[in-house]
T-cell receptor
């Protein structure tokens, strides 16, 4: 069965600095999708970035980028120039066969 | 730009009562999902549907039922509510046409007392 592991329950970063959130997953499949979702205190789930496993190029979305290492089954999220609005829970998720498998989440704290 | 709409946003139920959480999407997505999120936890899949008339159990289906009579609607029925069903419920949808990105509703906060 597929699993997703986020080993950092909480991370903190100074405003304007860079932070990296870790995610590893376990699967025997070759075709899948990976996502990072942000969940602010409002509990709304907001898509941050997505990556198709067949694409070697790392996805980027403005200040957010990923380091996708398929062989190592690693999918870390880098947030550059951290802003106060980035404070939230961040969930890594793996998608295949209609199901999204979630990590336990990392709480990101931004220090002003 | 409605996306995924779920109602109600907040509800308090007494033990043993039943209710239906409504979910509708206007993006013509064929896949729809119901998740629950307990405090401090990630999301757990309750039920999902790959198209009208087709539903299947997820990780935590006990105490719930679903139906999918149309592409747009995917209601979740709670029968005989129990305190363990106190949670935030998310409806979501996706399609291969949007790279399987899953779009979420805003969540329904349910408390069973």
């Amino acid at each position: 069965a597929q699993t997703v592991t986020q080993s950092q329950p909480e991370m903190s970063v100074q405003e304007a600095e860079t932070v990296t959130l870790s995610c590893t997953y376990d699967t025997s499949e070759s075709d899948y999708y990976l996502f990072w979702y942000k969940q602010p205190p409002s509990r709304q789930m907001i898509l941050v970035i997505r990556q198709e496993a067949y694409k070697q190029q790392n996805a980027t979305e403005n200040r957010f980028s990923v380091n996708f290492q398929k062989a190592a089954k690693s999918f870390s999220l880098k947030i550059s120039d951290s802003q106060l609005g980035d404070a939230a829970m961040y969930f890594c998720a793996y998608y295949s066969n209609y199901q999204l498998i979630w990590g336990a989440g990392t709480k990101l704290i931004i220090k002003p | 730009n409605a996306g995924v709409t779920q109602t109600p946003k907040f509800r308090i139920l007494k033990i043993g009562q039943s209710m239906t959480l409504q979910c509708t999407q206007d993006m013509n997505h064929n896949y729809m999902y119901w998740y629950r999120q307990d405090p401090g936890m990630g999301l757990k899949l309750i039920y999902y549907s790959v198209g009208a008339g087709i539903t299947d159990k997820g990780e935590v289906p006990n105490g719930y039922n679903v139906s999918r009579s149309t592409t747009e609607d995917f209601p979740l029925r709670l029968e005989l509510a129990a305190p363990s069903q106190t949670s935030v419920y998310f409806c979501a949808s996706s399609s291969w046409t949007v790279g399987n990105t899953i779009y979420f509703g805003e969540g329904s906060w349910l408390t069973v007392v």
